[in-house]
């Protein structure tokens, strides 16, 4: 069974403009989360979608989004783009959603915010 | 609020020693606890997960972690360290009923030859 794919691994953006990051599941996984991971805030949760309904969200402000479409594929979308939002943004995907269940991490999209 | 404190943000051993990477978390419910590890340029990896039963969680790669109640720890094991282990290991907690985890700062596990 294939892992949890991102698209593109990296990227570079230059401030003020946005960016959207693509994150296929697990097949069959329903849940999607995505974290954002910096050297100074260490993993942070962003938000999670679990049958294209976000179920959680973290403390980040608004210019973060992400929506979930009927194959359970996700994006995330920052808008205005800061230079403290470079940082790997995982993405992470769950058969289920629920404090117990077994999270699948991606290898990341590297975005660097020039 | 739950939160988690990894102890030592650097641990290094020699091959063939015993691996201790210490875990502390803060709940004020019953957790759900799980340790990752990050290998350069990759996602998490899952090691080993407590939700409820069995204190003493045997993991992948021989890895093993044991949920401590009182002392609000669960600390992760492995009796001999090996080359491969080298990585950043990340415990997390969760409390909630959505899949939001709460890590640590890391600890970076180096295996001296």
Not at chain 1, 10 to 29: D, E, M
Not at chain 1, 78 to 105: H, I, K, M, N, P
Not at chain 2, 85 to 102: H, I, K, Q, R
Request: aromatic fraction near 12%.
């Amino acid at each position: 069974k294939a892992g949890v794919t991102q698209t593109p691994r990296y990227l570079i953006k230059t401030r003020g403009q946005q960016v959207t990051l693509s994150c296929s599941p697990i097949s069959g996984h329903r849940s999607v989360s995505w974290y954002q991971q910096t050297p100074g805030q260490g993993l942070q949760f962003l938000f999670e979608y679990f049958s294209e309904t976000q179920r959680n969200k973290g403390n980040f402000p608004g210019r973060f989004s992400g929506r979930q479409f009927s194959n359970s594929r996700s994006e995330m979308n920052v808008s205005t783009l800061e230079l403290g939002d470079s940082a790997l943004y995982l993405c992470a995907s769950s058969s289920l959603t629920g404090a117990a269940s077994e999270q699948y991490f991606g290898p990341g999209t590297r975005l660097t915010v020039t | 609020a739950q939160s988690v404190t990894q102890l030592g943000s650097h641990v290094s051993v020699s091959e063939g020693a015993l691996v201790l990477l210490r875990c502390n978390y803060s709940s004020s419910v019953p957790p759900y606890l799980f340790w990752y590890v990050q290998y350069p340029n990759q996602g998490l990896q899952l090691l080993l997960k407590y939700t409820t039963g069995a204190t003493l969680v045997k993991g992948i790669n021989g890895f093993e972690a044991e949920f401590k109640k009182s002392e609000t720890s669960f600390h992760l094991t492995k009796p001999s360290a090996h080359m491969s282990d080298a990585a950043e290991y990340f415990c997390a907690v969760s409390v909630t009923g959505a899949n939001n985890l709460f890590f640590g700062t890391g600890t970076r596990l180096t295996v001296i030859p």
